[in-house]
């Protein structure tokens, strides 16, 4: 096991942080005085190094580059009230990642390297985690195939990288509910594809798709499944659920969405509430027609960056159906103020969720 003092550290003689302004921060904008790496080579992990954040050097031959080997996380750290920082569900997001790597065939960094090397990256630069409610540290682990030769092979060295970034409330202009389309002329995931697995080319790939959904006046897409082209996956960077006869509907974890750690929450928080949840595959048709007759009571999305989004209107083949255009719904609401609680420390830890640091 590698404890905090195998972590070599250089510091940034000059902090930026009186440059930021926290009242106006964009996502992923800015970034924190410090970066960690750690390098596997030869087969192994090597010490971590934690270092000023700054540009890193690689070879362009690297596989990275030209084959997309690589995976990356999305996570958050909170502050509560009397300064400690919390981590969100260190421990999923770490299984995730290792999950993304396997089928990336890129080695699984362990748990406690991952953690300590993240803890003592976030008490280095403790001060950047925003002091508000609902402003957060986003954090973006991510590892990358460093071979510099260009045989499409497994490389056999790695960088694997933590960055941080302060952002703000996501609802700080106000709850804006999204607008959906349906896409059907693309997909993101196939059936034995990397669609469960958090990895670049899944994103790159749907920014074509999505830059036409924003011309067309919608917010994001809502993905469906690659087949039949029927069933509802879900949205850019959301799992998506559906309100519906007072049951929780959501789409199953079968290989073509990403296994969000919010949709864990949020699941395992409808089940401690005694809602029913079901994992099923759920059609557009039926999401429109239980529109039409009232059974559709809410639809939200959830995600890291958002926790919950509501969902405004869903557009599909020329028919649109409008949900609540002003606010979340009750259920989603109440999902957003628990999780957000958990996050700063103002409701109890259901299940150590939160690392302390
Ligand atoms: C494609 C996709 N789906 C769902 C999610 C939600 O996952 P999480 O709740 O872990 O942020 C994300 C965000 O990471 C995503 O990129």
Not at 214 to 230: S, V
Not at 258 to 285: C, F, H, Q, Y
Request: hydrophobic share 40%.
């Amino acid at each position: 096991m590698i404890s905090s003092l195998d972590i070599q550290i250089e510091k940034n003689n000059q902090s930026r942080l009186q440059n930021i302004d926290f009242s106006n921060l964009s996502f992923g904008g800015v970034f924190t005085d410090h970066q960690a790496r750690i390098a596997f080579v030869d087969g192994e992990w090597k010490t971590p190094e934690i270092m000023p954040y700054g540009p890193i050097e690689m070879l362009p031959g690297a596989k990275i580059l030209h084959y997309g080997q690589g995976v990356f996380e999305g996570m958050k750290a909170f502050r509560y009230q009397d300064g400690k920082i919390n981590i969100f569900r260190a421990d999923k997001h770490h299984a995730r990642f290792v999950r993304s790597c396997e089928r990336m065939n890129i080695p699984g960094i362990p748990f406690e390297l991952f953690l300590e090397t993240l803890k003592s990256l976030i008490n280095l630069d403790r001060e950047w985690v925003p002091k508000e409610k609902f402003k957060s540290l986003y954090i973006r682990p991510f590892i990358f195939a460093i071979d510099g030769s260009l045989g499409m092979s497994t490389s056999l060295n790695y960088h694997f990288m933590i960055i941080c970034s302060p952002v703000g409330n996501y609802y700080s202009e106000g709850i804006k509910p999204v607008k959906l389309t349906t896409m059907p002329e693309y997909v993101r995931a196939v059936p034995g594809g990397v669609g469960e697995a958090k990895v670049p080319g899944n994103y790159a790939a749907t920014l074509k798709p999505g830059a036409e959904a924003n011309k067309a006046g919608y917010t994001q897409i809502l993905w469906l499944d690659a087949i039949e082209r029927k069933y509802v996956e879900e949205v850019g960077t959301m799992n998506i659920f559906f309100y519906m006869n007072d049951t929780l509907v959501t789409a199953p974890l079968k290989g073509t969405i990403l296994p969000g750690v919010t949709r864990m929450s949020v699941i395992e928080l409808a089940k401690a509430k005694n809602i029913p949840v079901e994992e099923r595959p759920i059609s557009i048709d039926e999401v429109l027609e239980a529109a039409e007759t009232g059974a559709l009571k809410e639809v939200f999305g959830s995600g890291t960056a958002a926790v919950v989004s509501p969902v405004g209107l869903i557009h599909h083949k020329g028919k649109t159906v409008t949900l609540d255009q002003e606010k979340m719904g009750p259920l989603a609401q109440e999902f957003y103020d628990t999780i957000t609680a958990i996050h700063h420390g103002e409701e109890e830890d259901p299940d150590n969720w939160c690392t302390l640091v």
